[in-house]
Structures are given as C-alpha cells and as structure tokens.
C-alpha cells in the first residue's frame, strides 16, 4: 500500500456528463487501492468561491490524504496546476491555483510545501488542454496517494505566493453589522459570514435589513424550535448565524441567497412583531 488510502473529489463538473467517472476511472488505473470519496460535484459552474467554501467547510472533517478540488474557469491558460502539502507531509490538496484551494489550506494550519505541476511523466497524454482534471490533477493526486515524492511532480513555489482565496468578512457600520449570505444550502438555509459572539450584544431579537425590506429574526437553538412565520437566527453545524425557517427554505421566504448582503441591528421598537400576522375577524352568523 502507498503513503494515502483516500482521495477526496470536488467539482463543479455536475452528474450529467460522463467527467467525474472518468477521473475515478483514471485514479483506478494508476492507484487502484485508493478510495475517492466525492465531496459534491455540484459547485455551481465556475463558482470558485462556492468550492474553496465548501473545501473550507470540510476541511477538518476530511480523512487524512489528498484533496482534489477542480473549479477550474481559467482551464488550458496560463493559471498554475498546483499541488500543495499541509502539515509537513499528512494531506495535500490538488487543484488550480485559482484561489479554490486556499480558505481549506488556513483551516488546516497553512501550507508547508507546493509545488506546480509540470512533470509530464505523472500526467496522461492531452488531447486538448481543457480537462485537466482527468489529465493533470487527477494523476497527480492517484500519485501521491501512491508514495511519490511531492518536488517529483514539478518545481517548488514558494507557499506565499499562492493565489488567495477571497472571501468576505463581515464589518459594523455604527450599531449595525453588514453581512453577506454565504452559502444557500439544500434546504434553503442561509449561513451569514457571522459567528454567533458577533451578534451577542444584539440580544435574541434582531432586526434583518436586506434587498428594503425589514424584518426580525429570533435566535433559537434548532430548526425545530422557529415557530411558523419567523426567521430564525441558528448556529449551523459550521458554527455560523443561518437565517431559517422550521421545514421551509429561508431563500425562497425571503427572496435571497448566496452573495446577497443582509444588514443586522438593534430591536428599536420591541413591540414590533417576530414573524408574519394575519389578523382574523370573527363574526357571528346571521
């Protein structure tokens, strides 16, 4: 057996095409003890951001191996294919220098190698330069799964000038916090780029300004726990303020999602209702 049992695959390839088979298919036939575990393949296209979050997300919940991550828009030009190592040895993360990889090598503690992927011996023949995945990065990982040396694969990069990623961090304007939705997960939760300490000081009523509407939101442990009609403020399983409803998606109630800023503050006036009311009249019948 090589050095890792376990490849861990991200794409923004998508299930209809035959993409993601092939890579397995390609990693089967170089490294065909190793087992590649497929994070989601469904990364909207392009959307580099939405994969190095998702890779954040994970990060260090993934086995200890290779990550290979391809959200990769600027395929076939001059971006570096890049393989980056991760406590002195234990992971590596393969993939476009694009910014994709890095929010997960700082959840990890930072790089301590990488090294740009130019050896031809570890990559397959390319017809064409636009699927590096099964031609470049999908070798290379299969490779060091296998016990390849990392500097076997191309030239060492200085880790400092590897591509950032950009992500968004919340900031105050007076009283008030400007936030960004993050991520709309299947449910239609909405995780803000804010951590529950961050809003401590607003109390567990908190008024939500977004797209010139007003509402509030009401902190609540579970999903469970929103009564019908409020906007719920719980910590997700990453430790971040969603915006949910109980058995309903927060997106489509609110009309917004990934990418959208949502300004939260103060309660002026307490009295202001938590969710949505519908005044009933009864009469008596005639």
Not at 78 to 98: F, I, K, T
């Amino acid at each position: 057996m090589g050095r890792f049992d376990t490849i861990s695959f991200l794409s923004d390839y998508g299930r209809a095409d035959e993409f993601v088979g092939v890579v397995h298919s390609v990693v089967r036939q170089l490294a065909p003890e190793v087992r590649v575990i497929d994070l989601t393949h469904e990364i909207p296209a392009h959307d580099v951001r939405a994969g190095g979050l998702a890779l954040a997300r994970s990060a260090q919940y993934l086995a200890p191996g290779v990550v290979l991550a391809v959200v990769d828009p600027g395929v076939g030009s001059a971006r570096r294919a890049v393989a980056v190592e991760v406590g002195g040895g234990s992971s590596y993360l393969v993939g476009p220098d694009n910014g994709l990889l890095a929010p997960a090598v700082a959840m990890v503690g930072g790089a301590t190698r990488a090294v740009e992927l130019t050896e031809l011996d570890y990559q397959l023949p390319a017809p064409g330069p636009t699927f590096a995945g099964r031609d470049v990065f999908g070798p290379a990982a299969a490779h060091l799964c296998n016990g390849v040396d990392l500097l076997e694969l191309g030239p060492e990069l200085d880790v400092h000038g590897l591509t950032p990623g950009l992500l968004p961090v919340a900031r105050e304007e007076g009283d008030a916090l400007i936030a960004e939705v993050l991520w709309t997960d299947g449910f239609g939760n909405l995780q803000l780029n804010v951590g529950p300490d961050e809003i401590e000081a607003l109390g567990d009523r908190v008024e939500l300004r977004f797209d010139g509407r007003i509402r509030t939101g009401v902190r609540h442990r579970t999903y469970a726990e929103v009564p019908t009609g409020v906007v719920g403020l719980v910590v997700d399983s990453y430790g971040l303020v969603s915006l949910a409803f109980d058995r309903a998606s927060a997106a489509e109630e609110l009309g917004i999602g990934t990418g959208d800023e949502v300004v939260l503050g103060p309660i002026v006036d307490d009295a202001e209702p938590s969710g949505v009311v519908t005044p009933v009249v009864l009469k008596e019948k005639p």
